[in-house]
């Protein structure tokens, strides 16, 4: 009776429109129907409809061929985020950590696949796409997401790993799945992760994860540097130990 009901609340055009306005990212922020509907999974013409609904309501744009999503849509993760006490806690943090040390850092969630930043601090620019709080990228081929991935059980992390085709962002990209695993096993060990330019070209880091005071894993923090300034066997000795006076002060404030 339960199940019954709870699918009978369920508003499916909600979903589906929610699926659809998921399908936009970095790499694809201009798309068509067609485009919407191979990356959603939805029928070509319930991706037109909940595009057109999109924009009449203002969440998109459209040009006649291609739907953008326009600012409006940030009033949905803000309003997400302004009601999570882990942004508001971080956010001075980072502010000291990256002034101390002259370097941009992050602190993201993981959501399935993917890492979500949550709070950043700028000091310069080091990746080519903006980066900002409700900004998306994978985790497996990002320091935070290491961390992250490596804190689940292993079958758990594994089927992330499996469950579609790891893209090859850079030359330098790890996309197998048993070598990811391996330094999942050596983050977990070391507890922080390296990552020598996987995501981008030029960009290394360092991330090491965020436990609350009962000692889960619930976030990571990271610090980017220019791979033209820093070796990546340097990274461990130049940050870790500000980052580990963070994660000690934050362990004692999430509970």
Same mark, same amino acid.
């Given at each position: 009776?339960e @199940?019954?009901l709870?699918?009978?609340?369920?508003?499916?055009g909600?979903?589906k429109?929610?699926?659809?306005?998921?399908?936009?990212?970095?790499?694809?922020?201009?798309?068509?129907?067609?485009?919407?509907?191979?990356?959603? /999974?939805?029928? $070509?013409?319930?991706?037109?409809?909940c595009? #057109?609904?999109?924009?009449?309501? /203002?969440?998109a744009?459209?040009?006649g061929?291609?739907?953008?999503?326009?600012p $409006?849509?940030?009033? #949905? /993760?803000?309003?997400?985020?302004?009601? !999570?006490?882990?942004?508001?806690?971080v956010? =001075?943090?980072l502010d000291?950590?990256s002034?101390?040390?002259?370097?941009?850092?992050?602190?993201s969630?993981?959501?399935? @696949?993917?890492?979500?930043?949550?709070?950043?601090?700028?000091?310069?620019?080091? !990746?080519?796409?903006?980066?900002?709080?409700?900004?998306?990228? =994978?985790?497996?081929?990002?320091?935070?997401g *290491?961390?992250?991935l490596?804190a689940?059980?292993?079958?758990?992390?594994?089927?992330?790993?499996?469950?579609? =085709?790891?893209?090859?962002?850079?030359?330098?990209? *790890?996309?197998?799945?048993g070598a990811?695993?391996?330094?999942? @096993?050596?983050?977990?060990?070391?507890?922080?992760?390296?990552?020598?330019?996987?995501?981008?070209?030029?960009?290394?880091?360092?991330?090491?994860? #965020?436990?609350?005071?009962?000692?889960?894993?619930?976030?990571?923090?990271?610090?980017?540097?220019?791979?033209?300034? $820093?070796?990546?066997?340097?990274?461990? *000795?130049?940050?870790?130990?500000?980052m580990?006076?963070?994660?000690?002060?934050?362990?004692? !404030?999430?509970?």
């Amino acid at each position: 009776m339960e @199940a019954a009901l709870l699918e009978r609340d369920i508003m499916g055009g909600l979903a589906k429109g929610l699926l659809a306005i998921e399908t936009f990212t970095a790499d694809r922020p201009r798309q068509s129907i067609a485009e919407v509907s191979a990356s959603s /999974g939805l029928d $070509r013409a319930t991706a037109r409809r909940c595009l #057109l609904t999109l924009a009449h309501l /203002g969440y998109a744009d459209y040009d006649g061929k291609y739907f953008t999503l326009t600012p $409006r849509v940030l009033r #949905l /993760g803000t309003a997400c985020l302004a009601t !999570m006490p882990l942004p508001q806690m971080v956010q =001075p943090l980072l502010d000291r950590l990256s002034d101390q040390l002259g370097e941009s850092s992050s602190v993201s969630i993981l959501d399935g @696949a993917e890492i979500v930043y949550v709070a950043r601090a700028a000091q310069r620019k080091v !990746m080519s796409i903006s980066l900002m709080p409700g900004s998306r990228l =994978p985790a497996f081929c990002t320091s935070m997401g *290491r961390v992250m991935l490596a804190a689940l059980p292993e079958a758990e992390a594994r089927a992330l790993l499996d469950a579609a =085709p790891l893209a090859q962002r850079t030359r330098h990209t *790890r996309t197998e799945p048993g070598a990811i695993m391996a330094e999942l @096993a050596l983050a977990r060990q070391r507890g922080f992760a390296l990552i020598d330019q996987e995501v981008e070209l030029g960009l290394r880091s360092i991330a090491a994860p #965020l436990r609350n005071a009962r000692g889960a894993t619930i976030a990571a923090l990271n610090i980017g540097v220019p791979a033209t300034q $820093r070796q990546v066997e340097d990274l461990a *000795r130049l940050y870790l130990p500000a980052m580990q006076t963070v994660q000690a002060e934050l362990k004692a !404030m999430l509970r």
